[in-house]
């Protein structure tokens, strides 16, 4: 939220990574639309430059207490979005729709219970979201949370999201059971995310001794930076004691997901703010080198 957007979703599609945007990033329905719009316009540009961009996804609160969802869910549909991924909400109504024209439905979980659930609606696969996600979060450990999910089975696909920072990371949930990894918080600092760069330059500066573990901000388990809550007048310790969604700023103007910065765990690992570009370059290049490693590694075990 307030980070991806077109442009950075482009940047990662053209170097062979998936990327994605929240529908609820943008202010107005048609602000999404003219985002799909771009979106359309972007991938055209780069199939016909002889590229073969991976697919793009968008992000949808199928809850009911979002007032857009309907709509988004129907500009969705018209602009026929390869993948979609939903989360905070039971999304049967929106799997039927999003199979009739042909995409990949992923669905965020945080526990086994909620992947039973959404493997019940007929999604195609999970998004586990474990401990250490930066926003809103799950509390479980990666490896117990991909050993509970991945014993309901091999016939969907497991997306692992969590505090991956690096083509290592990704390498490790592959060997844990995951089919790809989402990575979330390294990309809020890259010069194309819409994150203003006092959240970028507080990335660099935090670790993950920094990240506050919390939902008392909006009433759903998140991860927040520590100086920012800090600098938005919030007492932490009145944080860890009061009901969830109950906490407000004590300055009007610091608005929760604006003034107030999130990030998950992977923080103390992140040193720089490339170009989206660069830094997808660089997680292939860190994935082989690891994955070599691993090889050399496991060949030295055999050989004693």
Not at 151 to 162: E, K, N, P, S
Not at 181 to 201: L, N, Q, S, W
Request: glycine share 10%.
């Amino acid at each position: 939220f307030l980070v991806s957007n077109p442009a950075l979703t482009l940047a990662c599609c053209a170097e062979g990574v998936m990327g994605s945007f929240p529908a609820h990033g943008t202010r107005s329905r048609e602000e999404f639309q003219a985002w799909l719009d771009e979106m359309q316009e972007g991938m055209k540009r780069l199939e016909d430059s002889g590229k073969k961009p991976a697919p793009w996804a968008v992000n949808l609160v199928v809850h009911a207490s979002n007032p857009r969802y309907p709509g988004d869910l129907e500009l969705v549909e018209k602009y026929k979005v390869p993948v979609v991924l939903t989360s905070k909400g039971a999304p049967g109504d929106a799997i039927k729709r999003i199979h009739g024209w042909g995409a990949v439905a992923l669905h965020d979980i945080a526990n086994r219970r909620h992947a039973e659930k959404a493997l019940e609606a007929g999604v195609d696969g999970v998004i586990a979201v474990a401990g250490g996600a930066g926003g809103h979060t799950g509390t479980i450990n990666p490896f117990a949370l991909m050993n509970e999910v991945r014993q309901l089975g091999d016939h969907f696909a497991v997306v692992l999201a969590g505090g991956q920072t690096t083509g290592r990371d990704v390498l490790a949930a592959e060997a844990m059971g995951a089919d790809l990894a989402y990575i979330g918080t390294r990309f809020i600092a890259t010069r194309e995310a819409m994150a203003v760069e006092a959240h970028k330059d507080m990335i660099l500066k935090t670790r993950a001794t920094d990240v506050f573990l919390t939902a008392s901000i909006d009433g759903a388990p998140a991860n927040w930076l520590t100086p920012s809550l800090l600098a938005a007048g919030i007492d932490l310790d009145v944080l860890r004691t009061t009901l969830p969604g109950k906490i407000v700023a004590a300055s009007e103007n610091k608005k929760r997901w604006k003034d107030i910065y999130t990030a998950g765990h992977g923080v103390g690992n992140i040193e720089d703010i490339p170009a989206a570009a660069e830094l997808c370059r660089r997680l292939v290049q860190q994935y082989r080198e690891a994955k070599s490693e691993l090889a050399r590694t496991l060949a030295k075990s055999v050989a004693a």
